[in-house]
Nanobody
């Protein structure tokens, strides 16, 4: 069965750092776009970062709110994706979800897998 399992969340002070890890299993994720989404209380789930592998080249995309502070990376051999979060702010507080997505460009349908989420709290 396909599953994504996040780890690494916790409580940190403003300006601190955390590294989130997502371990994917059950299929070959090399051709999937992997990403991190977050959902704060009372807010809609939003994209934080995505990363797509084309050959040996990785293409990363970031929300403006995290650009320059977060770094997404992936290991296609280990089927893992990471989110290094630096210079954390209180507004980064949210549940962070790992996502794997494969889009059929002809039918415009998506195959999505989601992790259970991990809580990140930035507070003094």
């Amino acid at each position: 069965q396909v599953q994504l399992v996040e780890s690494g969340g916790g409580l940190v002070q403003p300006g601190g750092s955390l590294r989130l890890t997502c371990a994917a299993s059950g299929t070959n994720f090399t051709t999937y776009t992997l990403g991190w989404y977050r959902q704060a209380p009372g807010k809609q789930r939003e994209l934080a970062a995505t990363i797509t592998s084309i050959g040996a080249v990785h293409y990363a995309n970031y929300a403006d709110s995290v650009k320059g502070r977060f770094t997404i990376s992936r290991d296609n051999i280990k089927n893992m994706v990471y989110l290094q979060m630096d210079s954390l702010k209180p507004e980064d507080t949210a549940v962070y979800y790992c996502n794997a997505r494969k889009v059929n460009s002809v039918t415009k349908t998506s195959l999505d897998y989601w992790g259970q989420g991990t809580q990140v709290t930035v507070s003094s």
